[in-house]
């Protein structure tokens, strides 16, 4: 089945620099790539996306980059703030039908220090 | 404001008690899942749902079971709890046509 691998597992930053989060993937199959933010005591939010006919896509302070044939796939978060501190999950999953099966990298808890 | 709502936000649970966690979402999806968190593990699926009166197991089902009457509705019921079922449960939910999942706040379950 899919893996995903997620790193750095904890990452600080200084506000105001930017954030890079990766992660690869193993199965080709994968399709859409999701990243997710999740606040403490929250459930994870989709933040931005991704899917396999594109390489890169941009909303405002957050950008995420795919290459297929590598892999894998990034995060990147510029002009850091306080309220991105958070836990960031990406995933990789396949299916355009009614069930995705998507698996989830184990997440990266970015501090932005202030 | 559309979403998902998870019941309840947290249970402390005697070993060996039966447990229903109650998942409702209003934005009509057709796909619903149930995942566990774990600290270091991630979000681990244990069942999903295609569509009413349709489920499927997911990476980690035992000891879990769910049903879809209809198409607003998919509780999660523990039929005898384990101390290794303390986890942090989330629905979700997702439209067709490779549309992104959607999270309810989850629920905190503490096994005893």
């Known amino acids: 089945g899919e893996n995903v691998e997620q790193h750095p597992s904890t990452l600080s930053v200084q506000e105001g620099d930017s954030a890079v989060i990766k992660c690869t993937y193993s199965d080709s199959a994968s399709n859409y790539f999701p990243w997710y933010k999740q606040e403490l005591g929250k459930g994870p939010q989709l933040i931005i996306d991704i899917r396999s006919n594109v390489g890169e896509k941009k909303d405002q302070r957050i950008a995420v980059t795919l290459n297929k044939t590598a892999k894998h796939f990034s995060l990147h978060i510029t002009e850091t703030q306080p309220e991105d501190s958070a836990v960031y999950f990406c995933a990789a999953s396949m299916g355009s039908g009614g069930y995705q099966k998507v698996t989830f990298g184990t997440g990266t808890k970015l501090q932005v220090i202030p | 404001i559309a979403g998902i709502t998870q019941a309840p936000t947290s249970q402390i649970l005697a070993a060996g008690r039966r447990m229903t966690l109650r998942c409702t979402q209003d934005?009509?999806?057709?796909?619903m899942y149930w995942y566990r968190q774990d600290l270091g593990l991630g979000l681990r699926l244990i069942h999903y749902?295609?569509?009413?009166?349709?489920?499927g197991k997911g990476e980690v089902p035992d000891g879990y079971s769910v049903s879809r009457a209809n198409t607003d509705d998919f509780p999660l019921t523990l039929a005898s709890a384990v101390p290794s079922q303390t986890s942090v449960y989330f629905c979700?939910?997702?439209?067709?046509?490779?549309?992104?999942?959607?999270f309810g706040d989850g629920t905190r379950l503490s096994i005893l």
């Open positions: 979700a939910s997702s439209g067709t046509g490779g549309q992104p999942q959607h």
């Open positions: 749902s295609n569509t009413a009166g349709t489920t």
């Open positions: 934005m009509r999806h057709n796909a």
